[in-house]
């Protein structure tokens, strides 16, 4: 069993995990492990002197691009808005078409519409979460532009299936990868397969800092270039850690999206563990699947359906699909186990979407992930015990109906 | 000879070296916590309810910095495709940009050539069909004359976007910068008179119904009660807990950095009085309407003094080189033949010197002599 901190809440020195509960996520004991390595980085910050946009962002970016293999990283304050400068900086224009996926977190679509465009939703995948290539060719129009897959929970979307259709309607394509740190494809990094990707560092991240953050991935120089820019109210040159560049002048109309160095801070203590980190993620996530895959009830768990060749997977979220979701949920509250729906309602229904004119049955396989899929507890802090337990609640609630 | 000295920074380092080991114990702590809770948490809700009490606001709501909280602002006041607001033509990129960012268009109104901010009488003679709101910004030590700005929205029935992102302890006519609007913003960028180590800003409003729309705004267009459904197109607009609770432990001090600010901003122009006609034209200091952000003077040989100033370990910074509409990125939304005769005379001029409340007695007289000693060589020239 991995060795938890004293100093992390709920572990007072018991051994009986029975009584504590298990929160959906913390990185309390990480984040108290790595505390010299985090307030090493802090110091620094604090003697550069520059707090939003200055060198230990910069540091990140360059160890990131090394992690990666990216061309360019770009940081900036979250996912969505790297999503959204990913997106114009790749070229996007006023009422251009971008299919995205129906099943996905909100920024996938709704970034679209912040840059200016308009998302056109299509149907996932049979066995996944990943957008489906044939849905993609099927919802695409004359006006549509891009396409951008999102790289849900564990793996990648079908992206030689994606490229394909891509290459057949002449799309530019810009990945959802917020997700997808530790993702790749016969051996590139996700969010490198077309003009560029994006990563998040919201907490509960694979790298999770403890505010919000993000950055844009791209080989592209131009995309890097004009990203850049955005960023920073639109400014050319040198401003990553240049004050005075405040009065460059001001190239493209931007936004305001620089990262703050605290965050650049934990971002690189927890860049330094983090191969460790998806390993001992991947032990979680083969531990529920050994468990759960057998129970009656359950009806779908990640490793039940094989990555495609040459994917590496890197389980940020452990998601289950299962019958009486709702019901399932409220057991495992009760007896203190937290849990989290991605997602319960599919975009092409939500109510920011309406105008469009979606109806339940447009795409069935979005609605249906969105009934019966349930997220567990997945997190480098997490004792094999409590995954155990959280086993021994779902085998009780299906063996009691 | 002070030449021996090291360079006063005009960007100082050291903003917060009084709060090394606050800050450190507070990312500590936040990150350790039981709660785990690092994003729009109770510290957050905290400090929007004192800041909301210090401004007597009905509501502040924390965003992710002052440029966004314009964003937030615009949109929830249901600015869009096909409308037209009216900016300075001098000032800060968001200014424009924001405006743009929710599809409509920045028209730019001249300056008052002393205050240095949005003149209502130029603002007014922009007014068309398409205007739905008007937004002045205040301008490094001056708020904007809102008075006039309030009448004018008013009677002209338009929405009255305060841009106060940097006017931070000013209060004109007993009323705070922030209050005039429809809804006004501040920006906590670590330069600010209310800054901190990071990105963030609030919006601050009386209008509750705007405030809803702005707090779904912030948080990718949920409700705070209904979690992943998405009633707006929102953003990604948030503020975080560290931050929070930083400022939180700030704000019992920032009187008093107001005050020795002022106190710095008030020596100076009373030793740059006499420079009027010396082509050094200082800011109006005192009075209503003022607060200790920015130090900007006008400076008829801006280049030499700025030379000087740096040859006797002074940096100085021009804040705005250039108008909007002379900006690369603002000049097709620039009426072709149109001028803006203040702003590029401001854009010209302006030179702003050291400000901070940890500047000393002595920093700021080095300060002084030496731009009063350029005035005197360069007159005799």
């Given at each position: 069993m991995r060795k938890i901190s004293?100093?992390?809440?709920?572990?007072?020195?018991?051994?009986?995990?029975?009584?504590a509960s298990i929160p959906f996520f913390t990185q309390a004991a990480t984040f108290d492990e790595s505390w010299a390595d985090i307030r090493g980085h802090l110091v620094d910050v604090l003697r550069r002197g520059k707090f939003s946009h200055g060198a230990k962002v910069a540091e990140l970016e360059c160890e990131l691009a090394r992690w990666t293999g990216a061309r360019h990283v770009v940081g900036v304050n979250s996912g969505t808005d790297a999503l959204i400068i990913l997106l114009r900086a790749a070229g996007l224009c006023l009422g251009d078409e971008v299919i995205v996926p129906a099943y996905t977190f909100i920024a996938t679509a709704s970034s679209v519409v912040l840059a200016g465009g308009v998302p056109v939703f299509a149907d996932i995948e049979a066995h996944g979460y990943g957008i489906d290539p044939r849905s993609v060719a099927t919802v695409a129009t004359d006006r549509t532009r891009m396409v951008m897959p999102a790289h849900l929970f564990d793996r990648m979307a079908d992206m030689r299936g994606v490229c394909e259709v891509a290459r057949r309607r002449g799309l530019t394509i810009v990945e959802d990868s917020a997700e997808a740190i530790g993702m790749r494809l016969d051996g590139r990094h996700a969010g490198l397969l077309g003009a560029g990707g994006v990563l998040s560092f919201f907490p509960a991240k694979t790298l999770g800092a403890i505010g919000d953050a993000g950055a844009v991935l791209t080989d592209d120089d131009r995309v890097a270039e004009t990203a850049r820019m955005l960023r920073h109210h639109g400014r050319g040159g040198h401003t990553v850690d240049n004050f005075p560049g405040i009065a460059n002048p001001t190239v493209l109309p931007g936004r305001n999206s620089k990262m703050d160095d605290v965050q650049a801070a934990v971002l690189l203590a927890k860049l330094s563990r983090l191969e460790t980190d998806i390993a001992r993620r991947a032990e979680l996530a083969a531990r529920y699947d050994a468990r759960l895959a057998q129970v009656p009830g359950v009806r779908a768990v990640p490793g039940g359906v094989p990555p495609r060749p040459g994917v590496d997977r890197a389980c940020y979220v452990h998601l289950i699909e299962v019958d009486e979701r709702d019901a399932l949920a409220a057991h495992l509250a009760a007896r203190g186990i937290g849990t989290e729906i991605y997602y319960p309602t599919p975009l092409h229904l939500q109510p920011c979407f309406a105008h469009l004119g979606h109806r339940p049955g447009d795409f069935p396989r979005a609605e249906a992930a969105c009934a019966a899929a349930i997220a567990l507890p997945l997190y480098p802090d997490l004792p094999d015990t409590h995954v155990d337990r959280v086993c021994d609640e779902i085998e009780r609630f299906y063996a009691g109906r | 000879m002070t030449v021996t000295a090291p360079t006063i920074p005009f960007f100082p380092p050291d903003l917060f070296a009084g709060d090394h080991d606050a800050l450190l114990e507070t990312v500590r702590a936040i990150g350790t916590g039981a709660a785990q809770k690092f994003i729009l948490g109770e510290q957050t809700a905290r400090l929007e309810r004192e800041l909301r009490d210090r401004l007597g606001a009905a509501d502040v709501i924390a965003c992710s910095s002052g440029t966004s909280a314009l964003t937030l602002v615009l949109e929830a006041t249901g600015v869009g495709r096909g409308d037209e607001v009216v900016v300075p033509a001098f000032g800060c990129a968001p200014l424009a940009a924001a405006v743009i960012d929710a599809g409509a268009r920045p028209v730019f109104a001249d300056i008052d050539p002393v205050r240095l901010t949005v003149d209502p009488d130029a603002a007014e003679a922009l007014i068309t069909s398409r205007t739905v709101a008007l937004m002045p910004a205040h301008m490094f030590s001056v708020m904007a004359d809102m008075p006039r700005f309030r009448e004018l929205a008013d009677r002209a029935g338009l929405r009255l976007i305060e841009d106060s992102a940097l006017a931070q302890g000013g209060v004109l006519k007993g009323r705070p910068a922030g209050r005039w609007g429809d809804a006004g913003v501040h920006s906590f960028v670590q330069v600010k008179t209310f800054g901190m180590p990071g990105e963030g800003g609030v919006v601050i409003t009386d209008d509750t119904e705007l405030a809803t729309a702005v707090r779904m705004l912030r948080n990718h267009g949920q409700d705070g009660v209904h979690r992943f459904v998405h009633h707006r197109v929102g953003h990604n607009s948030r503020f975080d807990e560290v931050m929070a609770a930083f400022q939180l432990q700030r704000l019992a001090g920032l009187d008093a950095r107001l005050a020795r600010r002022t106190e710095i901003a008030t020596y100076y122009s009373r030793r740059f009085v006499s420079l009027a006609d010396r082509g050094v034209i200082a800011p109006p200091v005192?009075?209503?309407?003022?607060?200790?952000y920015v130090y900007t003077v006008l400076a008829k040989h801006r280049a030499p003094l700025r030379a000087h100033l740096a040859a006797h370990g002074v940096a100085s910074h021009?804040?705005?080189?250039?108008?909007l509409p002379a900006q690369p990125a603002f000049a097709p939304y620039a009426p072709g033949g149109a001028s803006w005769p203040n702003a590029e005379s401001a854009a010209r001029y302006n030179l702003a010197l050291p400000l901070y409340p940890h500047l000393t007695d002595l920093q700021a007289e080095h300060i002084a002599d030496t731009v009063c000693a350029f005035t005197d060589t360069f007159r005799e020239q």
């Open positions: 004293s100093a992390s809440p709920g572990f007072s020195g018991t051994t009986d995990f029975e009584a | 005192g009075g209503d309407g003022r607060f200790p021009v804040y705005y080189p250039r108008t």
